[in-house]
């Protein structure tokens, strides 16, 4: 089951089959947290005598601190595909990050934690073990949540401009399905093609090209995912609308990411 507060997620493949084994709640963060943190996000299961399952999550251009027993580690952006196992019963809380905001907690460029986990101490100076007794302790999301955001405020930055233009230039990626080249960021925004390229390298932890890309394919995924029974995909069409000079590239790039073609991606939603 899916709870949120945020709209749908996005980049979760193969989603319905998901809630059949895990709960997902996501939560908006207070008035003073919403400047860096995009939501609260609490994923449960109880697998006890089932199968593992395998979770894959096409990642978002943010950075995430996870909060599990004996698991709890910040995550920079993973550029692949995200995968975890889960088994069991267990709780993860987690705290996801507007695009170029964890960079004000670190002051280093946030892309020395691409692909990268790292622990609270060396990220931001925190006691992992006491985070970890605080925030579990709680089976009440909302009171794990006001934890959280007790040890977020004693790291707590200045506001930084800087994020904000940088969440701009995402969001604005993310509006605009046919905004496809780097190029139409220069021009809107006025920044120099290589001034852009330092920023995200500093505050995003990956470059703009990346980032279209990325939301891009989170397009395909999401329309494959809304087509009716029996219906047949228009890849060149699809395609063509996500800025691919032809339907072979777009395949090549989705089997590059997803693991399948995205007809096999299809049979695999429909359970074929």
């Given at each position: 089951?899916?709870?949120?507060?945020?709209?749908?997620?996005?980049?979760?493949?193969?989603?319905?089959?998901?809630?059949?084994?895990?709960?997902?709640?996501?939560?908006?963060p207070s008035e003073h947290l919403?400047?860096?943190?995009?939501?609260?996000?609490?994923?449960?299961?109880?697998?006890?005598?089932?199968?593992?399952?395998?979770?894959?999550?096409?990642?978002?251009?943010?950075?995430?601190?996870?909060?599990?027993?004996?698991?709890?580690?910040?995550?920079?952006?993973?550029?692949?595909?995200?995968?975890?196992?889960?088994?069991?019963?267990?709780?993860?809380?987690?705290?996801?990050?507007?695009?170029g905001a964890f960079y004000p907690?670190?002051?280093?460029?946030?892309?020395?934690?691409?692909?990268?986990?790292?622990?609270?101490?060396?990220?931001?100076?925190?006691?992992?073990?006491?985070?970890?007794?605080?925030?579990?302790?709680?089976?009440?999301?909302?009171?794990?949540?006001?934890?959280?955001?007790?040890?977020?405020r004693t790291r707590l930055p200045?506001?930084?401009?800087?994020?904000?233009?940088?969440?701009?230039?995402?969001?604005?990626?993310?509006?605009?399905?046919?905004?496809?080249?780097?190029?139409?960021?220069?021009?809107?925004?006025?920044?120099?093609?290589?001034?852009?390229?330092?920023?995200?390298?500093?505050?995003?932890?990956?470059?703009?090209?990346?980032?279209?890309?990325?939301?891009?394919?989170?397009?395909?995924?999401?329309?494959?995912?809304?087509?009716?029974?029996?219906?047949?995909?228009?890849?060149?069409?699809?395609?063509?609308?996500?800025?691919?000079?032809?339907?072979?590239?777009?395949?090549?790039?989705?089997?590059?990411?997803?693991?399948?073609?995205?007809?096999?991606?299809?049979?695999?939603?429909?359970?074929?």
């Amino acid at each position: 089951m899916i709870r949120s507060e945020n709209g749908q997620p996005r980049g979760i493949l193969n989603l319905k089959a998901g809630e059949r084994k895990f709960g997902l709640t996501r939560l908006l963060p207070s008035e003073h947290l919403a400047p860096f943190v995009s939501h609260y996000w609490i994923v449960t299961w109880d697998l006890r005598g089932q199968e593992p399952y395998v979770s894959e999550v096409l990642s978002h251009p943010s950075v995430h601190l996870a909060i599990e027993r004996g698991h709890t580690e910040i995550y920079g952006v993973v550029k692949k595909k995200f995968i975890r196992k889960i088994e069991g019963q267990g709780r993860t809380f987690g705290v996801k990050f507007h695009p170029g905001a964890f960079y004000p907690f670190v002051n280093f460029p946030v892309s020395r934690l691409t692909d990268k986990r790292v622990s609270l101490e060396s990220a931001l100076g925190l006691d992992t073990q006491a985070l970890e007794s605080a925030v579990l302790a709680h089976e009440d999301d909302r009171a794990s949540m006001a934890e959280v955001e007790r040890f977020l405020r004693t790291r707590l930055p200045a506001r930084d401009e800087t994020v904000d233009q940088v969440r701009r230039i995402v969001e604005r990626i993310i509006a605009d399905p046919e905004l496809v080249k780097v190029d139409a960021l220069v021009e809107e925004f006025g920044l120099g093609k290589r001034a852009l390229q330092r920023l995200f390298s500093q505050y995003v932890g990956v470059g703009p090209k990346w980032v279209i890309q990325r939301f891009r394919l989170h397009e395909a995924a999401e329309r494959l995912a809304k087509l009716g029974p029996g219906e047949t995909p228009r890849l060149a069409d699809l395609a063509a609308s996500l800025g691919y000079f032809d339907q072979a590239h777009f395949i090549k790039d989705f089997k590059a990411l997803v693991g399948q073609s995205p007809a096999d991606y299809l049979r695999r939603l429909r359970g074929e």
